[in-house]
């Protein structure tokens, strides 16, 4: 039992201890790296899509084919050697075929077919004596081996390749687009995780403020209530300093259910889902409060680049649609060598001999009866000016974003020095008095009120310095991952 005992109060020792340690804000972005089901999904999303820019090869990629075929011939048959009943065949081809990028394409195969042939009527011939039949079909059953080879090249459609490298271009910017988007997702996400730590260490400190400021108006109050009771104050200063503790703990309540709010955000960032953190959390330093950002390019962030390769993709897609429109032209060739024998071996050999060959050339012409080509291709035009125009659009909001984030950021800073010195002064103005109360020349209640004002003074620093940090993450976005690299590791 003494043992049990030992061991609860050590357990509850180091539960206390792990409650209060502290958590730094590489530790948190290294946690929400590790914990984050959203920074998961976006960074698994981008992964697959850079996997994924590697498809366009399949359009130029080899492929091997085979087929099987079997088929009964009853058609009528005006042969003059022999009349056929059934021609009964099977057929076997394997073979491996290849487009390219600059509009040829190519084609090499084995084909094997075998004919067994039903019924056959001798040939009859009457020289005006006996008849005479004569069986000259002495193979009914045989091999027809071939090795074949053809190639073909597109002049109009497809010309020396335009649709092929047109749509392998819209595959993969489109895909690209996607990395991107994803990438920028993910960035949001460390950006909210950033902002979230930041948020919840100056709303627990902002919470020690109005602590204190509930505090000194409950002494205010009571200091308040004392005189009353001498009659040295009217009834309408109790009011007053009654309100004040009521607007006092109203203030309270507000920032307290902003650190459970942010405690929240804390938490869900990092794959948790808990309303407490129990984690001690270091405050903002000067070195956080500085925006180390040098040669920063804005058209660099992640959802430019996707916008750019989207905008690739469109005109990709507009000139493969411009293709279509076209006819279609194209001048091929094709050759073969031939083997036929009764004996699958022989036939097989034969059709490598160069003996039986069959070669030809020709050209084809496919061409569309009805001509909305012009129209369309103006309306594709047209789309590819509106994407471009939206790009400049989007480029300049991007550089205005960047350099209006670091006029703001300028401008609060010095808004902060400001405030840093309105707290000192306060600060020593609540000590002067407090000194003077010592030696009887003031009283609670002055001191009371210049210990609110340096109180408010504080608040007013944590909002400011919530501020910079906020415009400091967003800049962040525009770095890309270099920025959170080395966090958390």
Do not use: C
Not at 107 to 117: A, H, W
Not at 170 to 191: G, T
Not at 210 to 223: I, K, P, V
Request: aromatic share 8%; proline share 2%.
């Amino acid at each position: 039992m003494k043992y049990i005992k030992l061991s609860v109060i050590l357990l509850s020792m180091l539960g206390f201890a792990a409650a209060g340690e502290n958590l730094s804000k590489d530790t948190y972005i290294k946690q929400v790296k590790e914990g984050s089901l959203l920074l998961k999904s976006a960074l698994a999303a981008a992964d697959s899509s850079k996997k994924q820019v590697e498809e366009e090869k399949l359009l130029t990629s080899s492929w091997a084919f085979a087929g099987l075929q079997h088929g009964v011939d009853k058609s009528p048959s005006v042969d003059a050697i022999a009349q056929i009943d059934t021609r009964v065949f099977d057929e076997f081809t394997v073979g491996i075929e290849q487009r390219t990028d600059f509009g040829i394409s190519a084609r090499l195969s084995y084909d094997v077919q075998y004919y067994s042939l039903e019924g056959i009527h001798p040939l009859s011939i009457n020289l005006g004596g006996p008849v005479v039949n004569l069986n000259l079909i002495t193979t009914p059953k045989y091999y027809s081996n071939k090795l074949a080879a053809e190639v073909k090249l597109d002049l109009l459609r497809n010309g020396f390749g335009s649709e092929v490298v047109s749509t392998k271009k819209a595959m993969e910017s489109k895909n690209e687009a996607e990395y991107f988007e994803k990438m920028y997702q993910a960035e949001q996400v460390l950006m909210q995780a950033e902002t979230a730590y930041w948020e919840l260490a100056l709303a627990r400190e902002a919470v020690k403020i109005h602590e204190q400021l509930l505090a000194r108006a409950n002494q205010l109050d009571t200091w308040m209530q004392g005189r009353i009771a001498l009659n040295l104050q009217d009834q309408s200063d109790i009011n007053q300093s009654k309100s004040e503790v009521q607007y006092r703990k109203l203030e309270l309540k507000g920032a307290l259910d902003a650190e459970k709010s942010a405690a929240r955000a804390l938490n869900y960032l990092r794959g948790r889902d808990a309303e407490n953190v129990e984690e001690t959390l270091d405050l903002p330093g000067e070195k956080d409060l500085q925006a180390e950002l040098n040669n920063v390019d804005p058209e660099k962030r992640f959802d430019y680049l996707a916008l750019l390769r989207n905008l690739e993709a469109a005109k990709a897609g507009a000139a493969m649609k411009k293709e279509i429109l076209k006819p279609e032209l194209s001048v091929g060739v094709s050759a073969s060598l031939n083997g036929a024998d009764a004996g699958f071996q022989t036939a097989w050999g034969n059709s490598f001999s160069t003996d039986k060959y069959l070669y030809g050339a020709g050209i084809n012409l496919r061409v569309p009866l009805d001509f909305p080509a012009d129209t369309l291709s103006k309306s594709y035009d047209g789309e590819i000016e509106s994407l471009e125009a939206y790009r400049g659009a989007k480029s300049l909001e991007l550089k205005t974003e960047w350099s209006e984030l670091n006029r703001k950021l300028a401008d609060v800073k010095e808004r902060l020095i400001l405030a840093v010195e309105l707290e000192r002064l306060q600060k020593n103005k609540a000590d002067a008095e407090r000194e003077r109360l010592t030696k009887g020349n003031s009283v609670t209640a002055q001191v009371l009120m210049f210990e609110q004002d340096w109180s408010k003074s504080q608040l007013g620093v944590l909002e400011i310095k919530k501020g910079i940090l906020g415009i400091i993450a967003r800049l962040k976005l525009f770095a890309g991952p270099v920025i959170y690299k080395g966090e958390g590791k």
